[in-house]
């Protein structure tokens, strides 16, 4: 089994002399500035004129433009989305970086798929919460943490492994485990992950399930309720003790239906697309339709993403989670809408 490290594991000393450099302050970046100065690290946040600027104000952080918070720094996170960090990386923290700096990442694609090149002369690391920036944070308030997983791109100044341990204990995952990785690993694992099980996989399930049954004549609301509501709970006992913690809590009918019936949805059929998928993130093919659809500013994923927004789901959805006010959580750190 591979080693998992915690607080007792880990010197924060390497990055406490240091500067921090938190570029963005969306989901991540939030959750990272604020855990990081409570325990006890210099931060300053870069960011363009706008929401989140106001909003790393409002909190209480040293705000300047992106360029300026990389020649400050020593060590620099990259919290852009991913899809905007080629650019601002050439514009605005490529020219600053002095040898010896560290520049780190939360998700390895732009470096690993070779859309940013860092110099030479400075140590690249990588520290990726598998959890959503608000999770980062929340947790991190109740006492807890995100697991994190770390790797080392370029290790110059021999500290790269130390400074990203650091970072991850700064960010709460210390107390979760962190664990470490390739930006190869990290990269594929997670395209693959969210692509065929969390997102892409998990949405369709759902839209499936709920068609099937009002395709045979049942109310949406019942459809909804059976399987998008549920799901929640369903996946919290999975979360707190494993497939072996929903089999104890539901009732032996639907443990029996779980044996018989899950493998007739998800089967050697299903698996050989997973591998399709996974070939394509190993290859860089869904790498480059990705960069592609960007540089043309997204046709098909805006249209994709209008028609999915009016599935009978989402209005059954809508119309139903009004008379449940208590389920409604506001998407915290999410704050650029507009991409969303
Ligand atoms: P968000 O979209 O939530 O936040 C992006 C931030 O970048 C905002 O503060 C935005 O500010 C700022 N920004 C965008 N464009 C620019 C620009 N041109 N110049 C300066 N600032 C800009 O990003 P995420 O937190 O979701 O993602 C950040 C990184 O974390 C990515 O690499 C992602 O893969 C990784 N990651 C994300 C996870 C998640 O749960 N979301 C999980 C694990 C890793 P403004 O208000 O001005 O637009
Ligand atoms: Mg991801
Ligand atoms: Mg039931």
């Avoid at 325990?39 to 106001?54: M, T």
């Amino acid at each position: 089994m591979s080693k998992v490290l915690y607080e007792k594991d880990i010197q924060k000393e390497v990055l406490q002399a240091k500067k921090i450099a938190v570029v963005g302050y969306g989901s991540q970046g939030h959750a990272h500035a604020l855990n990081l100065r409570e325990s006890g690290y210099d931060v300053v946040v870069g960011l363009r004129p706008g929401k989140s600027q106001q909003k790393a104000e409002e909190d209480g952080f040293d705000v300047v433009p992106v360029a300026e918070a990389v020649t400050k720094a020593d060590v620099v996170m990259v919290l852009l989305p991913d899809e905007h960090q080629t650019v601002v990386y050439e514009e605005s923290i490529k020219p600053h970086l002095e040898p010896g700096n560290a520049i780190a990442f939360a998700h390895g694609f732009n470096v690993h798929f070779s859309q940013i090149v860092p110099p030479r002369d400075v140590d690249v690391f990588l520290v990726a919460p598998k959890g959503p920036g608000h999770l980062v944070r929340r947790t991190f308030e109740d006492g807890g943490g995100v697991p994190s997983l770390y790797g080392v791109f370029q290790d110059v100044t021999g500290n790269a492994k130390e400074l990203a341990l650091a970072y991850a204990q700064g960010i709460g995952s210390a107390r979760a485990g962190v664990l470490e990785t390739s930006f190869q690993e990290e990269t594929e694992t997670d395209l693959f992950g969210e692509q065929a099980v969390l997102c892409g996989g998990l949405t369709s399930l759902v839209k499936a399930g709920f068609e099937t049954l009002t395709d045979a004549g049942y109310q949406p609301e019942v459809a909804y309720f059976e399987c998008l509501h549920e799901m929640k709970l369903i996946v919290d006992l999975m979360y707190e003790g494993g497939l072996e913690n929903v089999r104890y809590s539901i009732s032996d009918t639907a443990q029996w239906g779980d044996f018989v019936s899950g493998k007739r949805v998800v089967n050697d059929e299903t698996k050989a697309r997973m591998k399709e998928i996974l070939r394509d993130v190993q290859s860089g093919e869904f790498a480059k339709g990705w960069i592609l659809e960007n540089q043309a500013n997204r046709p098909q994923f805006n249209a994709i993403n209008a028609k999915e927004n009016n599935h009978p789901i989402e209005q059954v959805g809508r119309e139903l989670r009004e008379l449940m006010p208590f389920v409604k959580q506001p998407l915290q750190g999410k704050q650029n809408d507009e991409q969303k």
